[in-house]
């Protein structure tokens, strides 16, 4: 059940793609928008009858502005039920900021499962030139480089945002957010599908397609595949950890998740979605 902590990790980023506008020459262009949002999870298939029903729910806040940074509060609560009586109860919480330039980040990422001491990941990462310095508080002090083409979550979506703007379908990036240990760092393709105009209907509507701030708004549908950067250095694995499908808005905001465990799938539909006021730049 590991991999649901990492894939919600990436929902963090994603799904709540609202994170934003930025310093960078490559970023997209705002506005973006935002918000808070509840998504409720169930089980849409088990390809090795690992899992016989699957539930819970994501609830994601996103706050600030380019001028001081981007906040986001995010909790995934989840049950999985692998019969005979095995239910696992998982409890990720995780609260993060980033700087519109994409050069520092910091997280505080606790993970609980069942009734076990919760695993708790605390640091921080400055861009320094052509590297990464990384501090870790928890689970113990350590230091560390990352390659400077590493990116974190905000600018990850920044930079899918302006490859769909640009027309492009293939995006290959490797992201480091803070997950697992505080040590990994996990390469990534988004294939992204063809505009979907404003004017046509959703087959699944949700409050972000009803929303006034929505209406206007075309969206791409997205495909982001995440693997273990250490694995396919020493083995050329190039089988997915995970991966995850979405439609993303022009300005941010996701719908529609499906996230691929491999031995399982699991849809999060939104059912909640409330726009938040923002402070502009003075």
Excluded at 19 to 25: S, T
Excluded at 77 to 98: P, Q
Aim: glycine share 8%; aromatic share 8%.
């Amino acid at each position: 059940m590991v991999h649901l902590f990492r894939t919600s990790l990436g929902v963090m980023a994603l799904a709540a793609a609202a994170f934003g506008a930025g310093g960078r020459a490559d970023a997209a262009s705002g506005p973006f928008l935002a918000h808070q949002a509840l998504y409720d999870l169930s089980l849409v298939k088990s390809r090795s009858n690992s899992i016989n029903s699957a539930r819970g729910r994501i609830l994601y806040n996103f706050g600030g502005s380019s001028c001081e940074g981007y906040t986001s509060e995010f909790r995934q609560v989840s049950e999985l039920d692998s019969g005979e009586g095995k239910v696992t109860l998982s409890d990720l919480r995780s609260n993060s900021w980033e700087d519109a330039a994409g050069k520092s980040y910091r997280f505080k990422i606790e993970t609980r499962m069942n009734e076990a001491d919760a695993g708790r990941v605390d640091g921080s990462a400055e861009r320094d030139g052509d590297h990464i310095n990384v501090k870790l508080k928890l689970p113990a002090p350590k230091s560390f480089t990352l390659d400077g083409k590493v990116v974190f979550p905000t600018e990850q979506i920044q930079r899918i945002i302006a490859a769909a703007k640009d027309g492009k379908s293939l995006l290959e990036l490797s992201v480091y957010d803070g997950s697992d240990d505080g040590q990994k760092v996990y390469n990534t393709l988004t294939v992204i599908g063809q505009p979907i105009a404003a004017d046509r209907a959703a087959s699944s509507p949700d409050p972000s397609t009803s929303d006034e701030h929505m209406k206007s708004l075309k969206r791409w549908p997205v495909t982001v595949s995440y693997f273990d950067r250490d694995a396919q250095q020493k083995e050329g694995e190039q089988t997915p950890v995970y991966a995850m499908a979405f439609e993303l808005y022009e300005n941010g905001v996701s719908r529609q998740l499906v996230l691929d465990y491999n031995d399982f799938v699991i849809s999060g539909a939104m059912g909640k979605f409330d726009v938040k006021d923002s402070k502009p730049c003075n």
